[in-house]
T-cell receptor
């Protein structure tokens, strides 16, 4: 079965700092990869996704992620975070069985 | 509808009672997923429907949990003999089930077993 690991459980940054959240997955076949965000009191929303093509994908609100197949990684980045980026971030993988498997999440706090 | 709708938004029940949680997916979405999310954790996969049938129910923790989707649209997650450990947010998501399409989530049902 697929599994997803997020190494950073809680990250605290000042506004304008750069962000990188790690995500590794275990699955040998073709995968679709996703980053979801959950703002306080809101439902999970898609930030960005990768399913084929350019391994560097851009999402909403200035986020991007790079798929590195050899490292089974899909790290999320943003050059300059804002206070409004405070949220929970979840990496997810969808394999051949069409189920979505999520990591345990990273809580990001941005200090103004 | 415009999005995935889950009812009720909150449910408090006594230990040992039976509960039903409802999910109304986005119209036309073939796939429907149920997840459970505990505080500080990521969504834990429970069951996945493709149309009316459960394509994968390997995430259901035990036989007290059951889910149906009789007409391939609305789904109900049923929990018998609830236990305090069942307290969590139960999330539903739906998807078009095409490569590259994401899952769209509802707001969840917060279940509290007292």
């Amino acid at each position: 079965a697929q599994s997803v690991s997020q190494h950073n459980h809680h990250v605290i940054l000042s506004e304008a700092a750069s962000l990188e959240l790690g995500c590794n997955y275990s699955y040998g076949g073709t995968v679709n990869l996703f980053w979801y965000v959950q703002y306080p009191g809101q439902h999970l929303q898609l930030l960005l996704k990768y399913f084929s093509g350019d391994p560097l994908v851009k999402g909403i609100k200035g986020f991007e992620a790079e798929f590195i197949k050899s490292k089974f990684s899909f790290n999320l980045r943003k050059p300059s975070v804002q206070w409004s980026d405070t949220a929970e971030y979840f990496c997810a993988v969808m394999g051949a069985g069409n189920q979505f498997y999520f990591g345990t999440g990273t809580s990001l706090t941005v200090i103004p | 509808g415009a999005g995935v709708s889950q009812t009720p938004s909150n449910k408090v029940t006594e230990k040992g009672k039976y509960v039903e949680l409802r999910c109304d997916p986005i119209s036309g979405h073939t796939a429907l997923y149920w997840y459970r999310q505990s505080l500080g954790q990521g969504p834990e996969f429970l069951i996945y429907f493709q149309g009316t049938g459960a394509a994968d129910d390997s995430g259901l923790p035990n036989d007290r949990f059951f889910a149906v989707r009789p007409e391939g649209s609305v789904s109900t997650l049923k929990i018998q003999r609830t236990e305090r450990g069942d307290s969590a947010v139960y999330l539903c998501a739906s998807s078009l089930l095409r490569e590259g399409t994401e899952a769209f989530f509802g707001q969840g049902t917060r279940l509290t077993v007292v």
